[in-house]
């Protein structure tokens, strides 16, 4: 008996020595999952704001920033990219200046890379419930809302719209964005925009292109820790 167990004792070496994964055909560790981040290149109706050190999260806070997940193309109606044009617009889908003209929450700042910095958002707009009072509702029981930027400055005057837009609670949560929100809030305009509408007599379209590999997903650097899918939405929007 003790002249096998002394003969078998090599073989219990070696077995211990191998891996149960390498025998079940499994890991003990979790694969680690790469997250592909394109480098920044040139882009046709708008510009990457990395090229020239912006990115695709503003600057909610010092450490946090929103998503940036809308891009509206300048291979848009041109009259969408002037700014009474784009307040007309979005007011065919469903959005509106904010209730009684006044400004509720912070002022949000982005680099879109196109030579201006970071600067304040250009525009703030609440999702439009009822003809009278509509964003006041938005402003109370929460909904969807977005900011928008021109890149306009000397070093890329593209003139594209680029968007950071979430749904959000009501006033008695201080608008927090709700879980998820940031990709429910593109996703409810992309809708919208996907629909069309009218206002004042002048009727639009959008098309979409999804982009993936520009910004990172995920809740790094994020503003309240809510992760988001990386997604960006390229609209270009058609008068019909």
């Given at each position: 008996m003790l002249k096998t167990l002394v003969l078998l004792s090599p073989l219990f070496s070696l077995a211990s020595a191998i891996p149960l994964s390498s025998l079940w055909g499994w890991s003990q560790q979790p694969a680690a999952v790469s997250v592909s981040v394109e480098a920044p290149k040139e882009e046709l109706g708008w510009s990457d704001p990395r090229i020239l050190g912006g990115q695709f999260i503003d600057f909610t806070t010092p450490r946090y920033g929103e998503p940036l997940n809308v891009i509206i193309s300048n291979q848009s109606d041109p009259f969408v990219l002037t700014e009474s044009g784009f307040r007309m617009y979005y007011k065919s889908i469903g959005?509106?200046?904010?209730?009684?003209?006044?400004?509720?929450?912070?002022?949000?700042?982005?680099?879109?890379?196109?030579?201006?910095?970071?600067?304040?958002?250009?525009?703030?707009a609440r999702q439009h419930y009822f003809p009278r009072w509509g964003t006041c509702w938005e402003s109370l029981i929460g909904g969807n809302h977005f900011r928008a930027w021109k890149q306009n400055g000397t070093m890329a005057d593209t003139g594209a719209w680029f968007l950071g837009?979430?749904?959000?609670?009501?006033?008695?949560?201080?608008?927090?964005?709700?879980?998820?929100g940031y990709n429910i809030g593109r996703d409810l305009l992309v809708q919208s925009a996907l629909a069309g509408g009218s206002w004042n007599g002048m009727r639009w379209r959008a098309v979409v292109e999804w982009r993936n590999g520009l910004l990172e997903p995920g809740y790094k650097g994020i503003n309240?820790?809510?992760a988001q899918d990386g997604r960006i939405a390229i609209l270009t929007v058609n008068r019909i």
């Open positions: 959005f509106s200046e904010e209730c009684l003209g006044l400004h509720y929450g912070h002022v949000h700042k982005a680099d879109l890379g196109d030579g201006d910095g970071r600067k304040s958002e250009h525009i703030l837009v979430s749904k959000e609670k009501d006033s008695t949560k201080n608008h927090m964005i709700v879980p998820d309240h820790g809510i």
